[in-house]
């Protein structure tokens, strides 16, 4: 049996974290595979190792120094390494990342030093074989993650190990240039890894103990998840639960590999299970809330926009135009909104909506910003009534003022857009409502 353990940053933030991180993997000789993240937050001011090197790197970009902060990166590995007892010097690792910063190596090779070098640390402190992600994860020429390749040597490879670490959140393109999967992307690397040795789980530590019903930043001691669907964990990944990447679960989907997300300051907790589907019902109606700030909604109206056909292809036009995802599409009979990230539309607002003018012949848009939205999701949705109902009522008890609202098809989720300020009332209303009343 084999088991893929991957760890946070905020698991592996100093040698006390570590050394956790090793109790955790030498209690169970299944656990041979390890996938490390780069130091994380040792406490709430301080800075994830990844986020002081794309600091560094952006100095060393624009020809300014960077020497004083790449020693301060280096500081925080020689504090793990010797808080550990290591006889280990990364001084030629750090010798030649200096070195890659002025010929420009790029951004992505930058922040991938951070798991790079924790994943040399965390091989020698377990004794186990270190395999560099550049020799077993593999990205197109166009940057995109090729899972036929990466599966076929990486499965090849870790066949002849019995234990082994690979750091996450990078690989390498066929120019041999380093490329990173997007931010949180360890967790894909874990699932990857998983996938390619046809493990029995594959568990992901961080600091909480599993997937928590709603953010713990903003309800205290939140209820946690026993078991969770891919589906619905899709939704709330996507939705800003940052606790795994949404895209961590298509390489174990595949395989029917569940995931146990565990704390590694815990690990006595069970923590959730993340599966392909479930006989077992969720504690709530719901089963989860997560959502993101910063959105913005561009209402266009025009009479009988109902009997033209077309007219919808010809709006999404003007923003495929401009290179700009659309979120949500909400439509009335003469009404249609189109939900977009404010920080990708801003700069290009003007052009876009002198595109839908040109295209769509609109008799009016109109811009909303600063908005956010919170999807409600739960597979017990769809088998009970007035869930809509008993969210808005909460919503008005809590002077929230609803200003869109989306329910899929498939009856999993519930989107509603607030006003960013209202954001966190918003969640604390359908907690309550949802959560609180029925303990
Ligand atoms: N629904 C949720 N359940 C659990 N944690 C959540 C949720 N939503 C947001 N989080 C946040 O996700 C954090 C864990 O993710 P992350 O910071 O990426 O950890 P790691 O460094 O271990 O990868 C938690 O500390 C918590 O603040
Ligand atoms: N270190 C990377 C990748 C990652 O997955 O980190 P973490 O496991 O700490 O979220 C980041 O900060 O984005």
Redesign the pocket.
């Given at each position: 049996m084999k088991k893929v353990v991957k760890?946070?940053?905020?698991?592996l933030a100093s040698a006390e974290q570590f050394m956790k991180v090793s109790g955790i993997i030498k209690a169970d000789d299944e656990r041979r595979f390890v996938i490390p993240?780069a130091p994380?937050k040792r406490n709430k001011k301080d800075t994830k190792v990844t986020d002081m090197l794309y600091a560094c790197y952006e100095a060393a970009e624009n020809d300014k120094p960077c020497q004083e902060l790449l020693k301060g990166i280096e500081a925080r590995y020689d504090e793990i390494i010797k808080g550990l007892g290591l006889e280990l010097s990364l001084k030629e690792e750090f010798k030649t990342i200096a070195e890659n910063f002025k010929k420009k190596a790029g951004k992505d090779y930058a922040a991938s030093r951070g798991e790079y070098l924790n994943g040399i640390i965390m091989a020698a402190y377990l004794k186990f074989t270190f395999i560099d992600a550049a020799e077993v994860i593999f990205f197109d020429e166009n940057g995109i993650f090729d899972a036929a390749k990466t599966d076929k040597v990486m499965s090849e490879r870790l066949e002849k190990e019995e234990y082994a670490v690979i750091p996450g959140f990078y690989g390498s393109q066929p120019d041999g240039s380093i490329r990173t999967f997007s931010r949180?992307g360890?967790?894909i690397t874990g699932s990857i890894v998983a996938r390619a040795v046809h493990a029995e789980v594959y568990e992901n530590?961080?600091?909480?103990s599993?997937?928590?019903?709603?953010?713990?930043?903003i309800i205290p001691n939140?209820v946690g998840i026993d078991t969770i669907t891919y589906k619905e964990l899709r939704e709330?990944s996507y939705m800003?639960?940052?606790?795994?990447h949404e895209d961590a679960i298509f390489p174990v989907r595949k395989e029917g590999i569940p995931i146990n997300i565990r704390n590694t300051n815990a690990p006595e907790e069970n923590g959730t299970w993340i599966v392909e589907s479930t006989c077992q019902k969720s504690k709530f109606v719901i089963t989860?809330i997560?959502g993101k700030k910063g959105f913005c909604s561009v209402n266009i109206e025009k009479d009988m926009m109902n009997a033209e056909i077309g007219f919808g292809r010809k709006v999404l036009q003007a923003f495929e135009d401009s290179g700009i995802s659309f979120e949500h599409v909400p439509s009335g009979i003469d009404t249609m909104t189109v939900f977009v990230h404010q920080d990708e539309f801003m700069d290009k607002e003007q052009k876009v909506v002198s595109a839908i003018h040109r295209l769509a012949h609109p008799d009016t848009i109109d811009i909303e910003s600063d908005l956010a939205l919170i999807a409600v999701v739960g597979r017990g949705m769809k088998s009970t009534r007035g869930t809509a109902g008993r969210i808005f009522s909460a919503l008005a008890h809590a002077n929230v003022n609803v200003k869109m609202i989306d329910q899929g098809s498939s009856e999993l989720n519930i989107i509603i857009g607030v006003r960013n300020e209202d954001f966190e009332a918003a969640i604390r209303a359908i907690y309550n409502i949802f959560v609180l009343v029925q303990i």
């Open positions: 760890f946070g940053g905020s698991s993240s994380g949180g360890s967790d530590w961080t600091d909480v599993g997937f928590l019903i709603a953010d713990p930043r939140p709330l800003g639960a940052t606790v795994l989860g997560a």
